[in-house]
């Protein structure tokens, strides 16, 4: 990866100096909303630019057999995962959890055949609903997202090593009781997703991404190989397996 810039669609000016400075010879767009909703406003300039654009989606053909029973239904982001893991783990069993606005554990076996897998509520959807829910319990939130600001074209941030304190239990005020909560629970739901794999499957690779990442890593019980933007690399591949097309 060369460069990772995040903002807001519609946003043309942004993506125009994008491909200004790198000069892609094509590019991927992917959503994992419906059709119609925000990646449309995209759909309607991004053909524009002078190289082929494919959508990520079950008319690809990708590098790995999807035994997905419902591929339509499909996240372009899981599948973009789990060809990761191919590429990261070759020839190997490898699980990729994915902590992002959903919580996603994704399968790939040693033969590059998709299985399938999870998905939960991920950490701020659980913060959120917690507020939304109930009559008085506060929004908490941990690592606010830090507002990018500059040129389209910025390149991956180091990791600062912040992770969010748990506190101990049990949790002596309601935000204390709200991240032990959530964040131990989560914890220990990553963990037995990961034992109950073993109980089909005796070894296998655990691969972990996405924004909340950071959160998890480090406290889990099982070992556990931290790869940050997954789908991102999953989607290039998936992009470079359809180059004989384009």
Known sequence: MVALWTGKLPDKAAVDQLVQTWQPGAAILSSVRKNGTSHQPLH?????YPFPVLTAGPDLSLPVTNLYKTPETLGSDRIAAAIAAQHFFPGQNTLVINTGTC????????????LGGT????LQMRFKSLNRFTGNLPLVEINPAQKKSGPAAVKPEADNGNQPEIPDLPGQSTRD??????????T?????????????????????????AKTFDKKLKNRIFAVENIVLYGLNLMLKHNAQHL
């Open 119 to 122: 998905i939960a509520p991920g």
């Open 177 to 186: 009781s709200i991240l032990a909560g959530v964040i131990r629970g989560m």
């Open 44 to 48: 309607r300039f991004i053909h524009e």
């Open 188 to 212: 220990a739901e990553i963990d037995g997703l990961i034992d109950q794999w073993r109980e089909k499957i005796s070894f296998f690779n655990v691969i972990m991404s996405g924004g909340d």
């Open 103 to 114: 919580l996603t554990t994704d399968f790939l076996t040693k033969n590059n055949e998709y």
